[in-house]
């Protein structure tokens, strides 16, 4: 699995896009991006994820850089409900039915 | 509603009880898989499951059981807990065709005194 990595916090105004940046300079050519959020204690969340193309889904978009070492994830009008930890995982499909690996994420707060 | 489902939410005991936590989802998923999350350590894998009776050891698999006899339910027994046991578990399930896309249970916080 790549690493990645995130800033460790971000604030946004409600109402507001918030865009979360990860840097996964070493990541491979099968190996896809997964956005994932926590908030304070409850099971992680799946958002999003893709390998190359910019998706978009009902909770957020995924803007994937042309050379993948680096992706944004954008959620467009953040709400007080959008506070959480978000993580940034790259993984290849040769560890699907192994495991996760989240690291530290970033800690979105977004304020009133 | 499809769901993953732990209980108990929450649960105190004593070393040495045996316990079992309990895993379901309606999803029809074949994977599954529990975690534990600690302060400062992230989530770490304890056991997966690729289908029923398929069992395999995650990262940190000791002093951990787990059975798959059904397809929606996968427990977690902790044969004699310890102190160092003390954690929040998730239970996770996803479909076969992407593993990674994981949907998460609600977490049970477990003290072990």
């Known amino acids: 699995d790549a690493k990645t990595t995130q800033p460790p916090s971000m604030d946004c105004a409600e109402g507001r896009a918030a865009n979360l940046p990860c840097n996964h300079s070493?990541?491979?050519?099968?190996?896809?991006v997964y956005w994932y959020r926590q908030i304070h204690s409850q099971g992680p969340q799946y958002i999003i994820h893709g390998l190359k193309n910019n998706e978009t889904n009902e909770m957020a978009s995924l803007i994937i850089t042309e050379d993948r070492k680096s992706s944004t994830l954008i959620l467009p009008h953040a709400t007080l409900r959008d506070t959480a930890v978000y993580y940034c995982?790259?993984?290849?499909?040769?560890?699907?039915?192994?495991?996760?690996?989240f690291g530290e994420g970033t800690q979105l707060t977004v304020n009133p | 509603e499809a769901q993953v489902t732990q209980n108990p939410r929450y649960l105190i005991t004593v070393t040495g009880k045996k316990l079992t936590v309990t895993c379901s989802q309606n999803m029809n998923h074949e994977y599954m898989s529990w975690y534990r999350q600690d302060p400062g350590l992230g989530l770490r894998q304890i056991y997966y499951?690729?289908?029923?009776?398929?069992?395999d050891k995650g990262d940190v698999p000791e002093g951990y059981k787990v059975s798959r006899k059904e397809k929606r339910n996968f427990p977690l027994i902790l044969e004699s807990p310890s102190p160092n046991q003390t954690s929040l578990y998730f239970c996770?399930?996803?479909?076969?065709?992407?593993?990674?896309?994981?949907?998460f249970g609600p977490g049970t916080r477990l003290t072990v005194l």
């Open positions: 995982i790259a993984q290849g499909a040769e560890t699907s039915g192994s495991r996760l690996t």
């Open positions: 070493t990541i491979s050519g099968n190996e896809y």
């Open positions: 996770a399930s996803s479909p076969p065709w992407d593993t990674d896309t994981q949907y």
């Open positions: 499951s690729m289908n029923v009776e398929v069992t």
